[in-house]
């Protein structure tokens, strides 16, 4: 029988709009409730399929059906479908707009209307570089390391679900204009938010952005083991004169793909860089540096309210510094 609306629902009908929970059903439900693959799939327990030998499903199932497409919705647009939940009593009548529903939420996989959970701050790290008065080039190297460690699924969960990775910084020199001068480059950039193909950009004004690269987040950043080996994410320059070549820098990369379902990564990687030009030997302006680069990783966590299971785990920082 082919589905049609006020038609009685069949089991084969019905094992279509739920799909299976691991994999890219196109237009199926699991695909983006449940394990999925990749951009799609949130880790929330998926939806059975029936196995009726009478070739009909039950009322219980159809509500199932419902009531996760329902959920689905709130958390991409915080907005109820149009259709009903059985109950017991009333026979499982195929519903016209149910199709389009999940077509809906396939399309919508990354969209998150309902909001987002809790916002968990990190503690503020303040590397810093101290030299004394030199000529020769200077710089200071800043990884964190933000690690899922709940599945190998975990990250894809939390970006495909809303989640997002904050990263909150600010600079401060003492003692000479050099110090000073890199402090504001740092603080130019200020705070930059990831998200799952898309970053929020600098918040911070001044000196000259001579990369801006928005386009990227958790899935196409790139992976890499080393340091600023993924994508420049933001370099903010100096505009004072005499230190141009002064500049301060973000990017970001994942550990690489570690499990089976189109995860890129469980680890999300910071790469901050500050760099002091070398001057020229004839140049009064050689002077001592000591600059702070304060900053601090905040969790977003996606919201709870729809999304009840809890695929993504706590997440973890560290810091390295060289």
């Given at each position: 029988m082919?589905?049609?609306?006020?038609q009685l629902i069949t089991t084969a009908e019905y094992n279509n709009f739920v799909g299976p929970s691991v994999g890219t059903s196109n237009n199926a439900l699991n695909t983006v409730?449940?394990?999925?693959?990749?951009?799609?799939?949130?880790?929330?327990?998926?939806?059975?399929?029936?196995?009726?030998?009478?070739?009909?499903v039950t009322a219980t199932q159809w509500a199932s059906l419902i009531n996760t497409i329902n959920a689905a919705n709130r958390h991409q647009s915080n907005a109820a479908t149009a259709l009903t939940v059985p109950t017991s009593a009333t026979l499982n009548i195929a519903?016209?707009?149910?199709q389009g529903a999940i077509n809906t939420l396939y399309n919508n996989h990354l969209l998150y209307g309902a909001?987002?959970?809790?916002?968990v701050a990190g503690s503020s790290y303040t590397p810093n570089l101290s030299v004394g008065n030199t000529y020769a080039a200077q710089s200071l190297s800043i990884t964190r390391a933000i690690t899922f460690s709940a599945s190998t699924d975990a990250m894809r969960y939390f970006f495909?679900?809303?989640?997002?990775?904050?990263?909150?910084?600010?600079?401060?020199?003492?003692?000479?204009?050099?110090s000073t001068d890199l402090a504001g480059c740092i603080t130019s950039i200020g705070t930059i938010t990831f998200g799952a193909?898309?970053?929020?950009g600098r918040s911070g004004s001044g000196n000259?952005?001579?990369?801006?690269?928005?386009?990227?987040?958790?899935?196409?950043?790139?992976?890499?083991?080393?340091f600023l080996g993924g994508t420049s994410i933001s370099q903010i320059t100096s505009t004072a004169y005499t230190y141009t070549g002064d500049y301060a820098q973000v990017a970001i990369r994942t550990n690489g793909t570690q499990g089976s379902n189109g995860d890129v990564g469980t680890v999300f990687y910071i790469d901050m860089y500050l760099y002091a030009a070398a001057h020229n030997s004839n140049n009064l302006f050689n002077q001592t540096i000591n600059t702070t680069w304060t900053h601090q990783v905040n969790i977003i966590y996606p919201e709870s309210t729809y999304l009840t299971n809890n695929s993504w785990g706590t997440v973890g920082s560290t810091i390295v510094v060289s």
């Open positions: 082919t589905y049609a609306s006020g409730w449940a394990t999925g693959n990749g951009q799609y799939g949130y880790g929330q327990t998926a939806v059975s399929q029936s196995a009726t030998s009478a070739g009909l519903q016209s707009g149910l909001g987002q959970g809790s916002n495909n679900a809303g989640g997002q990775i904050q990263i909150v910084m600010s600079g401060s020199g003492s003692g000479s204009t050099r193909l898309s970053n929020s000259s952005q001579t990369t801006n690269n928005t386009g990227y987040g958790y899935f196409n950043c790139g992976a890499s083991g080393s």
